[in-house]
């Protein structure tokens, strides 16, 4: 999703902080650093540009035609029940945390199974929720790791990975919801990918099973239910590094279906024969990743979603025929969460665009209707104003073409626009076009335009594009940044010489080296939980993930790795930094440890640069609380105001 950076879109409503003798007092989980004070009347100016919703589709119900969502209406994302198209959204669950995934028991649907982390720190733990009672029983251990696990097909059972053996490898356990003591370890994983469950066999007697090792590359297994048994299905060691993204077991059974690259520069959905493990090929006319899919519950029908330059497509395919049917056409925007109920009629997803929020619809595939099941508040703000994206490319040093998307305020702003480039994390991510919540006030009250670029090492544009910033590539990313700013020179709307750039986790990182790198040709910079040394981040990032980033990074224990790390460090390189620095940062954040910032922001400050520093002690890998976020966007107006409009 687009942001200005990873906390500043998040989605909710409430009041804004009491002011105090005419500004607004932060929280006192927060520790604030060379922020002015934040007047109580700017807080009240931009109130309404906070009081966005969205909503996320977790479940339909087993038997009637009734969700789970979620949405946040205090402070955090819960879970909500809703009945129908447009009803009541009624709150069930009340943290101060927010709840993460949520799945109905697959029978009755007497009950549902959550989870939910503490401060942002990750290490979520799985609940049962009993719906007659409102009791809430623990299932997990209480400190480890765990995903949120999948039901199996009676409903019995679910599977999950936790790491609680020894706090990095995810191993495969199995529960029965309704026991809590029925928790057992079924299989040990090792090695230095990450594992995930993806599906059950119809008779509940395997698993499907993944080992992800890099973006590039992952395999599948199939785990036997009793023995814990793993067989791999996809051998390592070809010529051609493959990728395998989501998987499904068919209703007979007999075969799978998965999105992968193999073969192929994008995700393709295909079907796997598990007998003569042969991939039969489903989108070949479809040159773009296949981003979800889902399997109604007769095995006739394969929703999926494709992104086309950003923009999500949904399609329809008959399994028995292998042609699309018709599917409706959509908003353009970004599709996900796609779901079938297990009437095999209705599908539910996710739909957010330039000019709403992320709400709730369901499509009849039998008669072709959607229904709108959330409409998300928008804080009074006409939204229909809101500006659409602009695909704009640029060619960078080595000419292969980067692009990215503008959004441009309105007509009555004249003159050139001062800009903000606000870098994705990932690296592996994407910008794509959707709604752009607060960041909407920068364009529509401030005049700012936005760029939102894909440099190379993003996801969406081929594998091999995904590939060019890995290990000692890393500067030709940053050299993308650089070509950017040479084409925000040629456009005559844009003003160069008042320039921003932000972004969060490793869009965090590259606000760092642009600070660096470019500090006469941008004006401030406004990195979120971003890395400040690739040495020391991946010294300190939790040990679960840390062979991930390694594949994406480089191994920071090879000398000659490390000393090119080094090299280009941001903290190594601050003292090129002359240009004011706004650091944000979650104390719990498990990925990007909170000494990232703290050792950036103690080396620039010795340059004499004004710098703001803005921790909460109660977040994690960017702010999900909405009074922090509040404050967060706040501080963001006034450093904009200060340093990048004048």
């Given at each position: 999703?687009?942001?200005?950076?990873?906390?500043?879109?998040?989605?909710?409503?409430?009041?804004?902080?009491?002011?105090?003798?005419?500004?607004v007092?932060?929280?006192?989980?927060?520790?604030?650093?060379?922020v002015?004070?934040?007047?109580?009347?700017?807080?009240?100016?931009?109130?309404?540009?906070?009081?966005?919703?969205?909503?996320?589709?977790?479940?339909?119900?087993?038997?009637?035609?009734?969700?789970?969502?979620?949405t946040?209406?205090?402070?955090?994302?819960?879970?909500?029940?809703?009945?129908?198209?447009?009803?009541?959204?009624?709150?069930?669950?009340?943290?101060?945390?927010?709840?993460?995934?949520a799945?109905?028991?697959?029978?009755?649907g007497?009950?549902?199974?959550?989870?939910?982390?503490?401060?942002g720190?990750?290490?979520?733990?799985?609940?049962?929720?009993?719906?007659?009672?409102?009791?809430?029983?623990?299932?997990?251990?209480?400190?480890?790791?765990?995903?949120?696990?999948?039901?199996?097909?009676?409903?019995?059972?679910?599977?999950?990975?936790?790491?609680?053996?020894?706090?990095?490898?995810?191993?495969?356990?199995?529960?029965?919801?309704?026991?809590?003591?029925?928790?057992?370890?079924?299989?040990?994983?090792?090695?230095?990918?990450?594992?995930?469950?993806?599906?059950?066999?119809?008779?509940?007697?395997?698993?499907?099973?993944?080992?992800y090792?890099?973006?590039?590359?992952?395999?599948?297994?199939?785990?036997?239910?009793?023995?814990?048994?793993?067989?791999?299905?996809?051998?390592?060691?070809?010529?051609?590094?493959?990728?395998?993204g989501?998987?499904?077991?068919?209703k007979?059974?007999?075969?799978?279906?998965?999105?992968?690259?193999?073969?192929?520069?994008?995700?393709?959905?295909?079907?796997?024969?598990?007998?003569t493990?042969?991939?039969?090929?489903?989108?070949?006319?479809?040159?773009?990743?296949?981003?979800?899919?889902?399997?109604?519950?007769?095995?006739?029908?394969?929703?999926?979603?494709?992104?086309?330059?950003?923009?999500?497509?949904?399609?329809?395919?008959?399994?028995?025929?292998?042609?699309?049917?018709?599917?409706?056409?959509?908003?353009v925007?970004?599709?996900?969460?796609?779901?079938?109920?297990?009437?095999?009629?209705?599908?539910?997803?996710?739909?957010?665009?330039?000019?709403?929020?992320?709400?709730?619809?369901?499509?009849?595939?039998?008669?072709?209707?959607?229904?709108?099941?959330?409409?998300?508040?928008?804080?009074?703000?006409?939204?229909?104003?809101?500006?659409?994206?602009?695909?704009?490319?640029?060619?960078s040093?080595d000419?292969?073409?980067?692009?990215?998307?503008?959004?441009?305020?309105?007509?009555?702003?004249?003159?050139?626009?001062?800009?903000?480039?606000?870098?994705?994390?990932?690296?592996?991510?994407q910008?794509?076009?959707?709604?752009l919540?607060?960041?909407?006030?920068?364009?529509?009250?401030?005049?700012v335009?936005?760029?939102?670029p894909?440099?190379?090492?993003?996801?969406?544009?081929?594998?091999?594009?995904?590939?060019?910033?890995?290990?000692m590539?890393?500067?030709?990313?940053?050299?993308?940044?650089?070509?950017?700013?040479?084409?925000?020179?040629?456009?005559?709307?844009?003003d160069?010489?008042?320039?921003?750039?932000?972004?969060?986790?490793?869009?965090?990182?590259?606000?760092?080296?642009?600070?660096?790198?470019f500090?006469?040709?941008?004006?401030?910079?406004?990195?979120?939980?971003?890395?400040?040394?690739?040495?020391?981040?991946?010294?300190?990032?939790?040990?679960?993930?840390r062979?991930?980033?390694?594949?994406?990074?480089?191994?920071?224990?090879?000398?000659?790795?490390?000393?090119?790390?080094?090299?280009i460090?941001?903290?190594?390189?601050?003292?090129?930094?002359?240009?004011?620095?706004?650091?944000?940062?979650?104390?719990?954040?498990?990925?990007?440890?909170?000494?990232?910032?703290?050792?950036?922001?103690?080396?620039?400050?010795?340059?004499?640069?004004?710098?703001?520093?803005?921790?909460?002690?109660d977040?994690?890998?960017?702010?999900?609380?909405?009074?922090?976020?509040?404050?967060?966007?706040?501080?963001?107006?006034?450093?904009?105001?200060?340093?990048?409009?004048?």
């Amino acid at each position: 999703m687009l942001a200005m950076a990873a906390a500043v879109t998040t989605l909710a409503a409430a009041a804004p902080p009491a002011p105090t003798a005419g500004v607004v007092a932060p929280g006192e989980n927060l520790v604030v650093q060379g922020v002015p004070p934040i007047p109580a009347a700017l807080a009240e100016k931009v109130g309404r540009y906070t009081e966005f919703r969205a909503a996320g589709l977790l479940d339909w119900h087993p038997e009637r035609k009734e969700i789970l969502i979620e949405t946040r209406f205090a402070d955090t994302w819960q879970v909500h029940h809703v009945k129908m198209p447009g009803g009541a959204r009624r709150q069930i669950t009340f943290f101060p945390d927010n709840v993460g995934t949520a799945r109905y028991e697959p029978e009755r649907g007497d009950y549902f199974v959550f989870s939910k982390d503490t401060g942002g720190n990750e290490f979520s733990q799985n609940y049962r929720y009993d719906l007659d009672t409102g009791d809430i029983t623990l299932l997990t251990d209480g400190t480890s790791q765990n995903s949120s696990g999948v039901w199996s097909n009676q409903g019995d059972r679910i599977a999950y990975t936790s790491t609680r053996r020894n706090k990095k490898d995810r191993d495969f356990y199995l529960v029965n919801p309704r026991d809590p003591k029925s928790d057992r370890l079924l299989a040990q994983v090792e090695g230095t990918g990450s594992w995930g469950i993806a599906d059950w066999s119809p008779d509940d007697t395997t698993l499907l099973a993944g080992e992800y090792l890099s973006i590039n590359e992952s395999y599948l297994y199939l785990c036997d239910t009793r023995t814990g048994k793993m067989t791999i299905l996809t051998p390592k060691g070809g010529p051609e590094k493959v990728s395998y993204g989501a998987g499904l077991f068919s209703k007979d059974g007999k075969g799978l279906y998965v999105t992968t690259d193999l073969g192929s520069e994008f995700q393709r959905l295909a079907y796997l024969d598990l007998a003569t493990k042969k991939h039969t090929f489903l989108t070949t006319h479809i040159p773009w990743d296949v981003d979800d899919f889902d399997l109604s519950e007769d095995g006739r029908t394969i929703a999926f979603v494709t992104n086309e330059e950003g923009v999500g497509v949904l399609h329809l395919l008959d399994t028995r025929t292998g042609k699309e049917k018709r599917a409706p056409k959509l908003p353009v925007g970004t599709i996900s969460g796609i779901r079938w109920h297990k009437n095999s009629r209705d599908l539910g997803f996710q739909l957010v665009s330039a000019r709403s929020a992320s709400d709730i619809y369901a499509l009849d595939t039998r008669t072709g209707k959607v229904d709108r099941w959330t409409e998300s508040e928008t804080g009074g703000l006409n939204t229909a104003s809101f500006p659409d994206a602009e695909l704009v490319r640029w060619k960078s040093f080595d000419d292969r073409m980067i692009s990215g998307f503008l959004y441009k305020p309105p007509a009555r702003f004249t003159g050139k626009r001062p800009v903000v480039i606000n870098i994705h994390g990932g690296p592996e991510g994407q910008a794509r076009p959707g709604f752009l919540g607060r960041n909407n006030y920068y364009l529509n009250e401030l005049g700012v335009a936005l760029v939102f670029p894909n440099v190379r090492g993003s996801s969406g544009y081929g594998k091999t594009f995904l590939t060019l910033d890995n290990g000692m590539k890393r500067e030709d990313s940053h050299k993308d940044i650089g070509a950017l700013l040479d084409w925000v020179k040629t456009r005559p709307d844009l003003d160069a010489d008042r320039i921003m750039v932000t972004g969060g986790s490793y869009g965090g990182y590259m606000a760092f080296v642009s600070a660096t790198l470019f500090d006469d040709r941008i004006r401030c910079s406004l990195p979120v939980v971003g890395i400040s040394n690739l040495v020391t981040f991946l010294e300190n990032t939790e040990s679960y993930r840390r062979d991930l980033r390694r594949a994406e990074y480089g191994d920071e224990r090879d000398p000659a790795m490390r000393a090119f790390m080094e090299r280009i460090a941001p903290v190594n390189n601050a003292q090129k930094i002359t240009k004011p620095l706004f650091v944000v940062q979650g104390k719990n954040d498990p990925r990007v440890p909170y000494t990232e910032a703290e050792q950036m922001v103690a080396t620039v400050r010795k340059n004499n640069t004004p710098v703001w520093f803005l921790m909460a002690n109660d977040e994690g890998h960017g702010f999900a609380k909405k009074k922090n976020i509040d404050f967060q966007f706040y501080a963001t107006v006034l450093f904009l105001q200060e340093y990048l409009l004048k």
